[in-house]
Nanobody
Framework: QVQLVESGGGLVQAGDSLRLACVGPGRTFSSPAMAWFRQGPGKEREFVAGISGSGGSTGYGDPVKGRFTVSRDNAKNTVYLQMNSLKPEDTAVYYC?????????????????WGQGTQVTVSS
């Protein structure tokens, strides 16, 4: 069973930055595509950002384009989400997800493994 562990969430003010991290299994995982999803209060879970297994392809949801950056360090088994210019509407639980394939996808159903989530709260 693949375990994903997120960290880096917290309470910040609008305009601040946060960096989330997701650590994968102990051995180096160079192939799985990874993604971040989020679920805000009273909302459905949505795709935030994703990265292919090689790191050569990335994708972003419209609400975060230009503000968030996804990256990965396969030597550290870690995927990052750098969040800048945070807004109150970014408040949500952020989940890390991995799929067996290295090809990036943007839908929940395409991901096989999930973390427990980390809370991000942005005050106005």
């Amino acid at each position: 069973q693949v375990q994903l562990v997120e960290s880096g969430g917290g309470l910040v003010q609008a305009g601040d930055s946060l960096r989330l991290a997701c650590v994968g299994p102990g051995r180096t995982f160079s192939s799985p595509a990874m993604a971040w999803f989020r679920q805000g209060p009273g909302k459905e879970r949505e795709f935030v950002a994703g990265i292919s297994g090689s790191g050569g392809s990335t994708g972003y949801g419209d609400p975060v384009k230009g503000r968030f950056t996804v990256s990965r360090d396969n030597a550290k088994n870690t995927v990052y989400l750098q969040m800048n210019s945070l807004k109150p509407e970014d408040t949500a639980v952020y989940y890390c997800a991995a799929r067996r394939s290295s090809i990036l996808r943007t839908e929940e159903k395409d991901y096989d493994y999930w973390g427990q989530g980390t809370q991000v709260t942005v005050s106005s």
